[in-house]
């Protein structure tokens, strides 16, 4: 599975990827097989990173998402709720698997 990297600003992958992962699906009830298929698979690898990239200690994810525990980075409450959202709608609408993005979207929400 190819890796997504969304990078703002060349310093890092940055937690408002949330902005870009929420939007994803938004399109799925108004494609056609051919988008529907290209939008799953986007959507799938994106998560698959977004999954890859959660702290194991908190649950949540990282400010800059490729630099845990770098000096001044933090967990970011707002991208790591957002980024909850995201896994479980995918859940929802049937394009990610249910056990394994509900428990990170399980311990990420405790966080």
Not at 79 to 90: C, D, E, H, Q, W
Request: charged share 20%.
């Amino acid at each position: 599975m190819p890796q997504v990297r969304v990078q703002s600003s060349g310093d890092g992958v940055w937690g408002s990827i949330v902005w870009h992962s929420d939007d994803t699906l938004e399109p799925l009830q108004f494609s056609c097989d051919a988008a529907r298929q290209w939008i799953e698979s986007h959507f799938q690898d994106l998560m698959q990173s977004v999954v890859e990239a959660v702290d194991a200690e908190t649950g949540g994810w990282w400010r800059i998402m490729d630099q845990p525990g770098k000096e001044g980075n933090y967990i970011e409450s707002s991208a790591s709720a957002m980024l909850v959202y995201s896994l479980m709608k995918g859940v929802w609408v049937g394009v990610l698997e249910t056990k394994a993005c509900v428990d990170v979207a399980v311990k990420a929400w405790a966080y």
